[in-house]
């Protein structure tokens, strides 16, 4: 990451400065994230996206990791729900917009609306010596911030990947659109719950990505949450009948009695 925005002062008497301190941090993180240049990114159904100047294409998940700090050694990650709802403000603010797609080009593309407030093809009210002091500052804080927040996201992505080019890639046509895809699903689940539904898939001797999708859905539906609650519900998918429709409940008086099935996780 290079270069530098322009920041402003009165934000001191903006309304975001009131907010709680994550509002400001969210909205910082995402004046630096976006595109400064337009470029073309593929989806998933073989199309190609235009992310625009001004425009940042990610997930809740992402940003709440990305926002995230330590406290007295303690990492702190704000829930996605929360940056969700700190997006919703900053929408109604008339600060950004949120384009959501569906069916196989489902994505959050955010604009930051008056982009180019925050960019200058000039030196105008600075001088070289502080523009220059400004882009190493932030050359400088972007290595931190890659050695604070990127380590331990990128290790579990790594790990995700080689169980998936391991067990399930091997001896099928691959489409370069599926790295794409689990790399949503890790934003969206996490690298426990998605190397979870992988060993299933594993198992049942699947190959490829579409496996893993329908138990993922089938998860999804049932309200699962944690690996454990990933267990369960694979004990009792094993265990009930054919006709058998009672849903999973991760929360419920009787827990599932294990069966001695080893499901990997």
Do not use: C
């Not at 196989?104 to 008056?114: A, D, H, V």
């Amino acid at each position: 990451m290079k270069g530098y925005i322009k920041d402003f002062r009165k934000e001191l008497q903006s309304d975001i400065w009131m907010m709680p301190p994550l509002y400001h941090r969210v909205w910082q993180y995402l004046k630096y994230m976006v595109n400064h240049k337009e470029n073309k990114v593929p989806m998933r159904d073989g199309s190609f996206m235009t992310i625009k100047q001004g425009q940042h294409l990610t997930s809740m998940r992402k940003i709440a990791n990305q926002v995230g700090y330590y406290e007295q050694g303690a990492w702190k990650e704000p829930n996605p729900k929360t940056i969700k709802s700190i997006l919703t403000w900053l929408e109604k603010q008339n600060m950004i917009s949120i384009s959501n797609g569906d069916g196989n080009r489902k994505y959050t593309l955010i604009t930051l609306l008056n982009w180019e407030l925050y960019q200058s093809t000039n030196e105008d009210g600075n001088s070289k010596y502080t523009v220059n002091t400004q882009s190493m500052d932030i050359n400088k804080n972007d290595k931190n911030d890659k050695e604070l927040f990127s380590s331990s996201t990128e290790q579990e992505f790594s790990e995700v990947m080689n169980f998936y080019q391991a067990n399930l890639q091997r001896g099928v046509t691959e489409s370069p659109f599926n790295h794409e895809l689990i790399g949503q699903w890790f934003d969206e689940w996490g690298s426990g719950l998605l190397l979870a539904s992988m060993k299933v898939a594993a198992k049942a001797e699947a190959k490829g990505v579409n496996m893993v999708e329908g138990i993922l859905k089938n998860w999804k539906e049932a309200g699962v949450k944690t690996v454990e609650d990933a267990r369960k519900y694979e004990m009792e998918f094993k265990a009930k009948k054919p006709n058998n429709t009672i849903p999973f409940k991760p929360k419920r008086p009787k827990e599932a009695e294990d069966d001695g099935y080893n499901y990997g996780f």
